[in-house]
């Protein structure tokens, strides 16, 4: 399961500590190696970079390593149209990771 990368969102986020995840959000704050960002539920979660952290919208996708329930390394990042409606991505996270259809999806 380790190539599987899940989109989450904060409350989810716990569940996948050492694993690599996806997390839609808005960028909030950048410093000069991390990024705080408002993932799909309205949770925050601090974001881990080196060097450049090629964030160049308001809106990305950051793909990376949960290294605890707040905190994500990043490994890469996807730029979105500044038009993403988080709570529809919210929505749509919370479809996947239902029981029903969750095994469905990435087994």
């Given at each position: 399961m380790s190539e599987i990368s899940p989109r989450v969102n904060s409350a989810i986020?716990?569940?996948?500590?050492?694993?690599?995840?996806?997390?839609?959000?808005?960028?909030?704050?950048?410093?000069?190696?991390?990024?705080?960002?408002?993932?799909?539920?309205?949770?925050?979660?601090?974001?881990?970079?080196?060097?450049?952290?090629?964030?160049?919208?308001?809106?990305?996708?950051?793909?990376g390593h949960v290294v605890d329930a707040t905190t994500v390394r990043k490994a890469g990042v996807i730029n979105l149209k500044s038009d993403l409606d988080l709570q529809v991505a919210d929505k749509v996270i919370k479809l996947i990771h239902d029981p029903r259809f969750f095994s469905t999806i990435f087994s």
């Open positions: 986020l716990p569940r996948f500590i050492g694993q690599i995840v996806r997390i839609p959000c808005k960028i909030l704050t950048t410093t000069e190696n991390t990024v705080t960002v408002q993932t799909s539920d309205g949770g925050e979660i601090l974001v881990k970079f080196t060097g450049d952290s090629g964030i160049t919208t308001t809106f990305v996708e950051i793909i």
